[in-house]
């Protein structure tokens, strides 16, 4: 078992262009990109949001940074109708690890959300440490990320 301790950064939409998301994105992990159910153009944001992410913390030799999609307020009836097919080819076109239906107003699925990236994280950090080492973990077995 590995401890780890995540950080979450809430960038809220912020511009994508210039040079604050670089400081927002500094020894970034893993990233969750949330969009709102009820809001369909905000899926549409998702794209260009994880595109900016794979263009400034894509490594070509470790691949994307793990990222996950969470598509929020499921727990509102009104939302418009996005089928899971639909959302399975989206996560898969835009290489994200996984998605979510979530809902942050009830708790839905926010910890198997962060379980999940948690474990990506640690697969690539154990993938980069055994590339640049030659070994996969510190001598008394623990995992260090960040």
């Known amino acids: 078992d590995a401890t780890v301790r995540l950080q979450l950064r809430d960038i809220a939409g912020q511009e994508r262009s210039g040079t604050l998301t670089r400081v927002y994105y500094k020894e ?8 709102d159910l009820t809001r369909w153009e905000t899926l549409e944001s998702v794209r260009a949001w994880k595109r900016d992410l794979d263009l400034k913390l894509s490594s070509q030799e470790f691949g994307y940074l793990p990222a996950i999609l969470m598509a929020n307020k499921s727990d509102l ?20 690890a996984a ?29 980069m440490r055994a590339t640049k080492d030659g070994v996969g973990d510190s001598d008394d077995g623990s995992i260090v990320l960040g």
């Open 28 to 35: 970034a992990a893993a990233a969750f990109v949330v969009f």
């Open 77 to 96: 009836p009104a939302h418009p109708k996005i089928s899971e097919d639909d959302l399975d080819r989206f996560a898969q076109e835009e290489n994200f």
């Open 99 to 127: 998605w979510f239906l979530t809902s942050a107003k009830c708790d839905l699925n926010i910890l198997e959300a962060a379980e999940h990236i948690t474990n990506h994280m640690i697969e690539r950090e154990e993938l």
